[in-house]
């Protein structure tokens, strides 16, 4: 019996597969695997990857490398925001912006989905992208989380243009409304879809609560006898291990709070989302590690 194929576009660079947003794609797609074939489409700067790599026989990786031109055009709207090093945000107003403009994406796009059975927006950035690539196509969107209100908390910290938080607002509502289904990683978040986006309530039923999943099936772990213990202060450890996003500051607001009621466990807090608590006057069990790698 021949398997669906579905292609899955995302808007940053895949490569190395060592950081938590590919892990988090790695996971999902292996686990759909299970009845598609699976085309995940990757975009880099420099030619520095391979333009395929097959991770199983049912999982391809595409990569696109983008032109010149798109580089030259995010320099210009950083200039024109007046954005310096401390203030650049991400590439994504770029991919929103620009990347369903120039026909060489368009056409490779075409070409990758042309047997696919269902394209999906890895994050809104790439809806433009695939709305106008992909035509008779079933589009999904994947949603990694509420993007306007994980922009708003991070873009806004470096005061941020409202045009372009408008700019995503206005994408995801649309994906929110026009694709056919919404993979959504909690039940948390697809009812703030519903209510920041006047989503009617007879559309609920596309939205898919998917959870959060991780690939760490490929990383080497190391045997608890022989692991360096990070303190002979603390008879306990306990790990959280996240990015910025607002509801991960969440969960570690809380497992700082048990640091404090426990000052006999250690709490290290991994990833990007020790930057939010870096001037923050923690307790002395609380540890800071940076991105995990």
């Not at 990757?42 to 990857?49: E, G, H, I, M």
């Not at 945000?89 to 056409?107: G, N, Q, T």
């Amino acid at each position: 019996m021949s398997r669906s194929v579905l292609t899955a576009v995302n808007h940053y660079c895949l490569f190395p597969f060592n950081h938590g947003g590919s892990l988090g794609i790695r996971g999902l797609y292996k686990a759909l695997s299970e009845w598609f074939d699976i085309n995940i489409v990757t975009f880099s700067v420099p030619n520095y990857y391979p333009k395929e790599l097959y991770i199983n026989k049912h999982i391809k990786v595409i990569n696109i490398v983008l032109p010149k031109k798109l580089a030259d055009l995010q320099k210009e709207m950083y200039k024109e925001y007046g954005m310096k090093s401390d203030t650049v945000i991400d590439s994504s107003p770029a991919v929103l912006r620009w990347y369903h403009k120039f026909s060489e994406i368009i056409d490779e796009i075409r070409q990758i989905v042309k047997d696919s059975d269902v394209v999906l927006a890895e994050h809104a950035f790439t809806w433009y992208l695939i709305k106008k690539a992909c035509l008779g196509k079933h589009l999904w969107y994947r949603a990694n989380n509420v993007e306007y209100d994980y922009k708003v908390d991070t873009w806004g910290q470096i005061g941020c243009p409202k045009d372009l938080l408008q700019e995503v607002y206005d994408i995801e509502r649309e994906c929110c409304l026009n694709a056919e289904k919404i993979l959504a990683v909690s039940s948390l978040e697809i009812d703030r879809f519903i209510r920041l986006y006047h989503i009617p309530e007879n559309m609920r039923g596309k939205f898919m609560n998917i959870h959060s999943g991780y690939d760490v099936d490929n990383l080497d772990a190391t045997l608890p006898s022989a692991r360096k213990k990070l303190s002979n202060k603390y008879e306990y450890t306990g790990i959280f291990i996240a990015s910025g996003a607002p509801h991960q500051r969440q969960a570690a607001d809380h497992c700082i709070k048990i640091a404090r009621e426990c000052p006999d466990i250690q709490i290290v807090l991994m990833g990007s989302i020790g930057k939010a608590y870096m001037d923050k006057d923690l307790p002395e069990n609380v540890l800071l590690t940076g991105i995990v790698t």
